[in-house]
Antibody, heavy 117, light 107 residues
Framework: EVQLVETGGGLIQPGGSLKLSCVVSGFPVSSNYMIWVRQAPGKGLEWVSIIYNDGTTHDADSVKGRFTISRDHSKNTLYLQMNSVRAEDTAVYYC???????????WGQGTLVTVSS | DIQMTQSPSSLSASVGDRVTITCRAS??????LSWYQQRPGKAPKLLIY???TLHSGVSSRFSGSGSGTDFTLTISSLQPEDFAVYYCQQSFSTPYTFGQGTKLLIK
């Protein structure tokens, strides 16, 4: 059974750092394209980052230079390192797999990050 | 960036109704279009990819069509569990972008 479980969210002050984790079961993270998507309270969905199976990454302009997506093959886990966070980074963060034709076919339940002083 | 525009933003309908949601891309995305359903407090759920391919386990009440820049999601006979927010999303190029969402309300 495929399962993605995000952890690491919480309350953080502006300018601070936080690392989100997404533990995956049911398929190997390293062989797949994995993404992070976020959703600000009451708002729509925003793609954040992608890591390809060859390890290359691509980020949205809104987080470029501040967030870093990575993975650990031995733990079958996806990460999002968030640095220099801003109030506008407040959102539920979802990890997901990019499947056929670029769809996001499996999602975690999400973890809430709140940036506030 | 490719802009995705959904219409309508909200829609009131009754159980048993047939409804259609449209999505327009600001440039051609060929068939790299997916549709998602999101219920309150839940993660989005994939319904359709490649503009018309039904994801595994999704009810055949859902169907998609279109290509290029104009796409539609149709729900043939609304059930109570279908009242949710629906998003389209393009994966033709990064940044992957979503429509603003269509909230389907019970009339």
């Amino acid at each position: 059974e495929v399962q993605l479980v995000e952890t690491g969210g919480g309350l953080i002050q502006p300018g601070g750092s936080l690392k989100l984790s997404c533990v995956v079961s049911g398929f190997p993270v390293s062989s797949n394209y994995m993404i992070w998507v976020r959703q600000a309270p009451g708002k729509g969905l925003e793609w954040v980052s992608i890591i390809y199976n060859d390890g290359t990454t691509h980020d949205a302009d809104s987080v470029k230079g501040r967030f870093t997506i990575s993975r650990d093959h031995s733990k079958n886990t996806l990460y999002l390192q968030m640095n220099s966070v801003r109030a506008e980074d407040t959102a539920v963060y979802y990890c997901a797999r990019r499947g056929n034709w670029g769809c996001f076919d499996y999602w975690g339940q999400g973890t809430l990050v709140t940036v506030s002083s | 960036d490719i802009q995705m525009t959904q219409s309508p933003s909200s829609l009131s309908a009754s159980v048993g109704d047939r409804v259609t949601i449209t999505c327009r891309a600001s440039q051609s995305i060929t068939s790299y279009l997916s549709w998602y359903q999101q219920r309150p407090g839940k993660a989005p759920k994939l319904l359709i990819y490649s503009d018309s391919t039904l994801h595994s386990g999704v009810s055949s009440r859902f169907s998609g069509s279109g290509s290029g820049t104009d796409f539609t999601l149709t729900i043939s006979s609304l059930q109570p569990e279908d009242f949710a927010v629906y998003y389209c999303q393009q994966s033709f190029s990064t940044p992957y972008t979503f429509g603003q969402g269509t909230k389907l309300l019970i009339k």
